[in-house]
């Protein structure tokens, strides 16, 4: 999977009847000058950086911001735990948490994952000068939330609601 293949609304993963929040916890339209991008290796992230591309990485998780004309940088894709290189959306099934690969594949999320997803969000935040509100900082904000079991409505088979491929899942 290239990493630019994932991005904000124009994702590859299957939104038929999911409630996605592209956008958690950050304004994906705020836009960072290439010197707060520069600062990143020196707080202990991992910074890439090809074609007006750059994705930053820590704890098993990431982000990828993209140059826009102006020659800003926008968050096309934004904190979310790294699984096989690729960038992973949260589902929260009402049971337990998730995360979903590109390719459809749904691995349990782990406490200590969504513990260092949290702690790459607010560090990431803390370095770009982006505040966190109260009801951001609670814990973890899924990018998916799909839990009704009412049988006929959406949601009553929360795999194919959220584009689970039929045997994609991984433990």
């Avoid at 916890?25 to 007006?52: C, H, I, K, Y």
Wanted: proline share 5%; charged share 25%.
């Amino acid at each position: 999977m290239r990493s630019g293949d994932h991005h904000i609304g124009v994702g590859l993963f299957d939104k038929r009847a999911a409630d996605v929040n592209p956008s958690p916890m950050w304004n994906v339209n705020e836009r960072f000058d290439a010197a707060a991008l520069e600062t990143l290796p020196s707080l202990g992230f991992q910074v890439s950086s090809t074609r007006g591309v750059v994705r930053v990485e820590k704890y098993g998780c990431g982000a990828e911001f993209r140059r826009v004309p102006n020659g800003r940088f926008q968050m096309t894709i934004v904190p979310s735990i790294v699984h096989d290189e690729q960038f992973t959306r949260l589902w929260d099934a009402g049971y337990q948490k998730f995360l979903i690969t590109d390719d459809g594949r749904k691995l349990p999320a782990t406490a200590q994952q969504l513990e260092n997803w949290r702690k790459f969000n607010e560090e990431l935040r803390y370095a770009l000068g982006v505040p966190t509100y109260y009801n951001e900082a609670l814990g973890s904000t899924s990018q998916v939330t799909e839990y009704d079991r009412v049988q006929g409505r959406p949601g009553a088979v929360p795999d194919s609601s959220v584009g689970v491929k039929a045997g994609g899942e991984s433990h």
